[in-house]
């Protein structure tokens, strides 16, 4: 067992652009790129080992390989062989979709996956970048479709100006858009469920209108008035910050420049390490170390207690979190 890295998974969409590539020193493409997978269970893209004797092994089968040893006594007992989250970055050059993703239930029951909450950390944003999140006053599933038929959906969808370090939570349920002009990290359950339910009259690369799904979000949609900022950040220890702690992972920033250790006692939860600044490198006795970069992220594999980083780094952690975090 090592700290793994998994080779870049890139999705060309009509949305992307070329901020992502530049961020993580990758060649030039001729099409917009929207989304880099980072640690993906999803089947048709996996993340599959880049290097040591491992590499070419898919997460999925580490998971079925190393069980707990891996994953984490407390992610074992919940998700058994499957893996339970999904980070990626995000390049919106353009507005992504007004859409919404359903919870456990209602995706269990029409897919027989999990359902979708996620947050979102903004890396970089122009300056007028906007994040839609929640609608801004009560509203009724017949009015919802009123209003979509109106062309007037956005009146009744909160905004506000994002800025680097900020931190949106989208339960499943909330209507949301990531606008224009940003760039982020995506930490999200394992699902790729997306119901869309404004598109700006868009159509695809075959000039078809990009499909909606209205009864499917009419279904899922929580149409209580809610914001989805994350303002509250509790002081973890030196240079650990927290984001969001939710049932569902619990997401850390981490900043350090020298050395620095970290504990992950009990082994109950892997951890994610997505690099987004700088430079460190990460070493566990018995494996080998690892340097991680700006863009690159890392599975520190849940027997490794205690990392030992040199560097001088920016680091957003993810696990799923055990009965002392749910606590604090």
Same mark, same amino acid.
């Given at each position: 067992?090592?700290?793994?890295?998994?080779?870049?998974?890139?999705?060309?969409?009509?949305?992307?652009?070329?901020?992502?590539?530049?961020?993580?020193?990758?060649?030039?493409?001729?099409?917009?790129?929207?989304?880099?997978?980072?640690?993906?269970?999803?089947?048709?893209?996996?993340?599959?080992?880049?290097?040591?004797?491992?590499?070419?092994?898919?997460?999925?089968?580490?998971?079925?390989?190393?069980?707990?040893?891996?994953?984490?006594?407390?992610?074992?007992?919940?998700?058994?062989?499957?893996?339970?989250?999904?980070?990626?970055?995000?390049?919106?050059?353009?507005?992504?979709?007004?859409?919404?993703?359903?919870?456990?239930?209602?995706?269990?029951?029409?897919?027989?996956?999990?359902?979708?909450?996620?947050?979102?950390?903004?890396?970089?944003?122009?300056?007028?970048?906007?994040?839609?999140?929640?609608?801004? @006053?009560? =509203?009724?599933? #017949?009015?919802?479709? *009123?209003?979509? $038929?109106? !062309?007037?959906?956005?009146? %009744?969808?909160?905004?506000?100006?994002?800025?680097?370090?900020?931190?949106?939570?989208?339960?499943?349920?909330?209507?949301?858009?990531?606008?224009?002009?940003?760039?982020?990290?995506?930490?999200?359950?394992?699902?790729?469920?997306?119901?869309?339910?404004?598109?700006?009259?868009?159509?695809?690369?075959?000039?078809?209108?990009?499909?909606?799904?209205?009864?499917?979000?009419?279904?899922?949609?929580?149409?209580?008035?809610?914001?989805?900022?994350?303002?509250?950040?509790?002081?973890?220890?030196?240079?650990?910050?927290?984001?969001?702690?939710?049932?569902?992972?619990?997401? @850390?920033? =981490?900043?350090? #420049?020298?050395?620095? *250790?970290?504990? $992950?006692? !009990?082994?109950?939860?892997? %951890?994610?390490?997505?690099?987004?600044?700088?430079?460190?490198?990460?070493?566990?006795?018995?494996?080998?170390?690892?340097?991680?970069?700006?863009?690159?992220?890392?599975?520190?594999?849940?027997?490794?207690?205690?990392?030992?980083?040199?560097?001088?780094?920016?680091?957003?952690?993810?696990?799923?979190?055990?009965?002392?975090?749910?606590?604090?």
């Amino acid at each position: 067992m090592q700290i793994y890295k998994f080779n870049t998974i890139l999705k060309p969409v009509l949305w992307g652009g070329s901020k992502l590539l530049e961020f993580k020193h990758l060649p030039a493409c001729d099409e917009p790129i929207g989304e880099s997978w980072e640690l993906s269970a999803m089947p048709g893209r996996e993340s599959v080992v880049a290097q040591g004797e491992e590499k070419g092994m898919t997460l999925s089968q580490l998971v079925h390989h190393y069980g707990a040893e891996l994953v984490g006594k407390e992610v074992s007992r919940r998700y058994g062989d499957s893996f339970p989250l999904l980070i990626k970055f995000i390049d919106a050059r353009r507005d992504l979709s007004i859409q919404v993703h359903p919870d456990d239930k209602m995706a269990r029951q029409r897919h027989g996956c999990s359902g979708k909450n996620e947050m979102w950390y903004i890396l970089n944003a122009d300056e007028h970048a906007l994040i839609r999140a929640g609608f801004n @006053r009560q =509203l009724s599933p #017949d009015e919802f479709v *009123t209003l979509l $038929n109106e !062309g007037s959906i956005l009146d %009744v969808v909160n905004s506000s100006t994002s800025r680097p370090g900020d931190v949106f939570y989208l339960q499943a349920g909330q209507i949301h858009c990531i606008g224009a002009g940003n760039f982020l990290v995506e930490i999200q359950q394992s699902s790729d469920i997306t119901y869309r339910v404004w598109d700006y009259n868009r159509h695809d690369t075959d000039g078809k209108l990009r499909p909606l799904h209205i009864e499917e979000a009419r279904e899922a949609l929580d149409f209580s008035p809610r914001e989805d900022k994350v303002l509250d950040r509790p002081n973890l220890g030196p240079g650990m910050t927290g984001l969001v702690n939710c049932p569902y992972f619990l997401a @850390r920033h =981490l900043e350090f #420049d020298g050395d620095y *250790t970290f504990e $992950n006692p !009990g082994c109950q939860s892997f %951890v994610a390490m997505v690099c987004i600044q700088g430079e460190a490198t990460l070493q566990v006795e018995g494996m080998k170390p690892v340097t991680v970069q700006q863009g690159e992220t890392v599975l520190v594999p849940a027997i490794a207690e205690r990392v030992e980083m040199s560097g001088a780094a920016r680091l957003l952690l993810a696990s799923i979190p055990t009965e002392e975090d749910k606590n604090q």
